[in-house]
């Protein structure tokens, strides 16, 4: 008898350590609310994760996601980035790339023409030539293994844009598993989340910027709650899912 209870355990246990952290059905649109502190008070910000496409290939499955930032101006276009998330079984690793060196490259460079645009000084030439110069590596990427033990590590990764004899640098490190949790957001209450923590650092001509990010993810669905802190843990900003 005790044989029989302990594989049941076993394999009740192998069930709840099992799913993708990602959104798997194409066309789904996860709707954020997040909220930042800044010198002027807090912003709200809304956005929207929209899935682009689920392919699979060789027994991978990718998950191509675009995310439109709304600004509060409503004559301001949307703020397009793009993340990708790729696994193959449910109980094996699902790999959240929050951004790609090539993504970065074009977000960075819609950034300067949007810039150059609004103070009249765009040239086309000119922006092509600048586009060239500009050469991206590596990306940003979270791997969540749903086998993982509390306090297992994330491997770091690395993001670099070379611009001219400048360079700007975002790192993802010192990442752990801190558990797996159930999560109340206005979405609804998403069990069996798992909860990671890892430090956020940008380099760049403008300055350095560190954060510490504590983000869950559902089964099923991805990011359901982030929020990101100081190096005293003072949160600077909160982000969580409002519907899907």
């Not at 005790?2 to 194409?26: D, F, G, R």
């Not at 997040?34 to 699979?56: M, P, R, Y």
């Not at 509060?72 to 793009?82: E, K, R, S």
């Not at 293994?145 to 640098?169: E, H, Y």
Request: aromatic share 8%; proline share 4%.
């Amino acid at each position: 008898m005790k044989s029989i209870i302990t594989a049941v355990a076993a394999l009740m246990l192998a069930c709840t350590a099992s799913a993708q952290y990602a959104p798997t059905k194409e066309g789904m649109a996860l709707n954020y609310k997040s909220t930042a502190q800044t010198e002027n008070g807090e912003i709200v910000i809304s956005s929207t994760d929209s899935v682009l496409s689920v392919t699979t290939a060789d027994g991978k499955t990718s998950v191509r996601i675009k995310s439109c930032v709304h600004p509060d101006n409503v004559l301001a276009d949307d703020i397009v980035m793009y993340s990708y998330a790729t696994y193959t079984t449910p109980d094996e690793p699902t790999t959240i790339t929050l951004m790609t060196g090539e993504d970065f490259k074009s977000f960075i460079m819609n950034m300067i023409k949007m810039s150059m645009e609004q103070a009249g000084q765009y040239n086309e030439s000119q922006f092509n030539e600048a586009e060239k110069s500009f050469k991206a590596k590596g990306d940003l990427s979270l791997v969540l293994n749903p086998k993982g033990a509390v306090g297992d590590k994330i491997p770091n990764s690395r993001l670099r844009l070379d611009m001219g004899m400048q360079a700007s640098t975002m790192f993802v490190s010192n990442g752990a598993i801190a558990g797996y949790e159930s999560v109340t957001v206005p979405a609804g209450t998403f069990d069996n989340c798992i909860k990671v923590t890892y430090e956020k650092r940008e380099n760049s001509p403008q300055g350095n910027n560190k954060s510490y990010v504590t983000a869950w993810y559902a089964p099923e669905i991805g990011l359901v709650k982030e929020q990101e802190a100081d190096k005293k843990g003072n949160i600077q900003s909160s982000q969580e899912l409002i519907s899907f």
